[in-house]
T-cell receptor
Framework: NAGVTQTPKFQVLKTGQSMTLQCAQD?????MSWYRQDPGMGLRLIHY???????DQGEVPNGYNVSRSTTEDFPLRLLSAAPSQTSVYFC????????????FGPGTRLTVT | GIQVEQSPPDLILQEGANSTLRCNFS?????LQWFHQNPWGQLINLFY???GTKQNGRLSATTVATERYSLLYISSSQTTDSGVYFC??????????FGAGTRLTVKP
């Protein structure tokens, strides 16, 4: 089991550029989510999905899009990057059965200049 | 959304000491988890504990749901316990809210 994988690990963008952060899990988890972590703060939920074809907004969704075409993949798209989106991004997944424990990917450190 | 407060914000211990971290939340929850973020940034799930008590080695956690708090106990701390400990809560298993964390430093 690779668990939750994220690519890339690091990325630098210029203001206005777009990009997609990739997230994949091999645990057949129904629930997947994206968080951002800013310095000295806890994680804030951007978007989540409870299954293929179903997505919803979290606490801070503006400037981000998601889609969930398969159980395994949950990409996060930045349409027009802004300096305020400089952050570390974490993808997570969890089962929705007996245990709701969340498993996190290693993170993507994004800098927007 | 549910508010989550963690205390203390920072904690410095000598190796071998015990510690208690607290998490208060503002509304009833069905989902409460504790995470450890190591110095390299990796987040590890420690406990899923919406109520009751669990133990895993030197770590244990207790959640008193009716009083809206949870405690994480670390006994005989080791330098590898250093990092940030987060509490996260959720009512409907889809919108987890994290506290700001407790930064633990264990000195040899």
């Amino acid at each position: 089991n690779a668990g939750v994988t994220q690519t890339p690990k690091f990325q630098v963008l210029k203001t206005g550029q777009s990009m997609t952060l990739q997230c994949a899990q091999d645990m057949n988890h129904e629930y997947m989510s994206w968080y951002r972590q800013d310095p000295g703060m806890g994680l804030r939920l951007i978007h989540y999905s409870v299954g293929a074809g179903i997505t919803d907004q979290g606490e801070v969704p503006n400037g981000y899009n998601v889609s969930r075409s398969t159980t395994e993949d949950f990409p996060l798209r930045l349409l027009s990057a802004a300096p305020s989106q400089t952050s570390v991004y974490f993808c997570a997944s969890s089962d929705r059965g007996e245990s709701y424990e969340q498993y996190f990917g290693p993170g993507t450190r994004l800098t927007v200049t | 959304g549910i508010q989550v407060e963690q205390s203390p914000p920072d904690l410095i211990l000598q190796e071998g000491a015990n510690s208690t971290l607290r998490c208060n939340f503002s509304d009833s929850v069905n989902n409460l988890q504790w995470f450890h973020q190591n110095p390299w940034g990796q987040l590890i799930n420690l406990f899923y504990i919406p109520s009751g008590t669990k133990q895993n080695g030197r770590l244990s956690a207790t959640t008193v749901a009716t009083e809206r708090y949870s405690l994480l106990y670390i006994s005989s701390s080791q330098t590898t316990d250093s990092g940030v400990y987060f509490c996260a809560v959720d009512r409907w298993f889809n919108d987890m809210r994290f506290g700001a964390g407790t930064r633990l430093t264990v000195k040899p």
